[in-house]
């Protein structure tokens, strides 16, 4: 029992900073570099179409493209301040060559973290564990209804506790104080795992996307893999986000013997998303997408 609430308490941190899983865990994420699954990631980046040269024109669309990207598999839709904020970012980018890598990103996104969970509210942690409990509809399986008793940190399923468990660890968190060396340094190599394989991913799928470089990643690049890390969001195309949420109403309605609700009308990510429930919309709000932003800003090299 001890062991097992260690592990709790280690994936309430994770699921508040953004998602990222637990080292216990860097195994079990399904991802696949398979060339069926590289195709689906090149189908989501050519319909986001991010600039691959100093192109003014394109420089100035991105933050447009990225946010429209994001909010129709999520909903989530960056404000016109931040997408200033990007567009300004995006192009000192390209004229100082200025980069983040991925140690960087992580690092960053450690930092959001370590500011945020003493700041979370009681109604965030509330949002944050009722999201995590899944997707939810009228018509909803009594099977799967009960399922929502438990929290899926993420989108294989792999990592699962009580809801009302998860509710008071990351209480107990958030009134902790300041997180202590052993969890800052959980959530730097948790959040290190999630980035890395977010990156493989991308250069696995076109190896030109981060210029040739390693992992040196533009404003706009960085964005898109903050944003995967916490929506669990494989970045698929359009088109293959429909086929998978309807092939995850036929294999539910078998497996539930009763009709499962149409992913019509729904988003396939964020909060209550069809195929995985994240509070997309609570971890990736203006002010964390503002603070994200300017750090990358001021540590891009």
């Not at 060339?35 to 100093?54: D, F, H, I, M």
């Not at 990351?170 to 980035?195: C, F, H, M």
């Not at 981060?210 to 893999?225: E, I, K, N, W, Y």
Request: net charge positive; charged share 20%; hydrophobic share 35%.
């Amino acid at each position: 029992m001890k062991k097992w609430r260690s592990f709790a308490i280690g994936f309430c941190f994770c699921a508040l900073i953004l998602g990222a899983l637990t080292w216990k865990l860097n195994t079990s994420s399904g991802i696949t570099t398979t060339e069926e699954y590289s195709q689906k990631v090149r189908n989501g980046l050519a319909e986001l179409n991010l600039p691959t040269r100093n192109d003014i024109p394109s420089i100035n669309a991105v933050p447009e493209r990225i946010s429209n990207f994001i909010h129709y598999r999520s909903g989530v839709q960056i404000s016109g301040s931040n997408r200033n904020i990007l567009r300004s970012a995006e192009r000192n980018a390209w004229n100082d060559s200025k980069r983040v890598d991925a140690a960087t990103l992580t690092q960053i996104l450690t930092d959001i973290a370590l500011e945020r969970i003493p700041a979370t509210s009681d109604s965030e942690i509330t949002g944050i564990t009722d999201s995590l409990r899944g997707f939810n509809a009228p018509g909803l399986p009594e099977g799967l209804q009960k399922g929502r008793s438990l929290v899926k940190l993420r989108a294989s399923g792999m990592s699962r506790m009580p809801a009302n468990e998860f509710n008071l660890e990351l209480t107990k968190i958030r009134d902790s104080g300041t997180p202590s060396i052993v969890a800052k340094n959980l959530i730097y190599a948790s959040l290190a795992n999630e980035v890395n394989r977010r990156v493989n991913v991308l250069r696995n799928a076109d190896p030109q996307f981060f210029g040739g470089t390693q992992s040196r990643m533009t404003p706009a690049q960085a964005l898109l893999v903050a944003y995967a890390v916490i929506a669990d969001d494989p970045l698929f195309g359009q088109a293959d986000l429909a086929q998978q949420m309807q092939n995850m109403q036929q294999v539910s309605s078998r497996a539930a013997r009763k009709d499962f609700p149409s992913p019509n009308g729904h988003k396939a990510y964020g909060d209550n998303g069809y195929l995985y429930s994240s509070p997309t919309g609570i971890l990736f709000n203006d002010a964390s997408v503002e603070r994200l932003l300017t750090l990358i800003q001021e540590r891009g090299n």
